[in-house]
């Protein structure tokens, strides 16, 4: 019985891998890359924002960055994926990512920040890969 407990524990433990890993890069998000990217559309601020994006999965929580979060891939198909994460205390989220092409993404965002409710859309424009940094252009 025991061996079946311990059984049951690694299966339970390996679709949870599973579905962290399915949740880091949707399918959708694998038709582009990271890089540079320009954003519009970003809430407060008039003009386009310029950022670096190792992990394209940071842009599903923007309204959130910086913070611990977790994630849940709730579609994912074709050009499209919608991502529901959850920030604690500092509130929640829900994005949906669409594909443009390659180097253009639209995405349209909603929830709780901070005890204050957003929703905006953003443009994204792939400008280029990430600029080394100087201590790693060093050596």
Not at 2 to 16: H, N, S
Not at 48 to 66: I, K, N, W, Y
Not at 99 to 108: A, C, F, G, M, N
Request: with cysteine; charged share 15%; glycine share 10%.
């Amino acid at each position: 019985m025991t061996g079946i407990r311990i059984i049951g524990v690694v299966a339970a433990a390996g679709t949870a891998m599973l579905t962290l890993v399915a949740a880091t890069q949707p399918a959708a998000l694998g038709m582009t890359s990271a890089g540079d990217w320009e954003l519009s559309g970003v809430a407060g601020v008039k003009a386009p924002v310029r950022q670096c994006v190792a992990d394209l999965m940071t842009l599903t929580q923007f309204e959130h960055r910086g913070r611990h979060c977790t994630s849940q891939v709730i579609s994912d198909r074709g050009n499209s994926t919608v991502v529901q994460y959850s920030c604690g205390a500092a509130g929640f989220g829900r994005t949906q990512i669409d594909v443009l092409t390659p180097r253009s993404l639209r995405i349209s965002t909603q929830g709780i920040s901070d005890n204050l409710p957003f929703n905006y859309v953003m443009q994204a424009r792939r400008i280029g890969d990430c600029a080394k940094s100087l201590s790693s252009a060093r050596h």
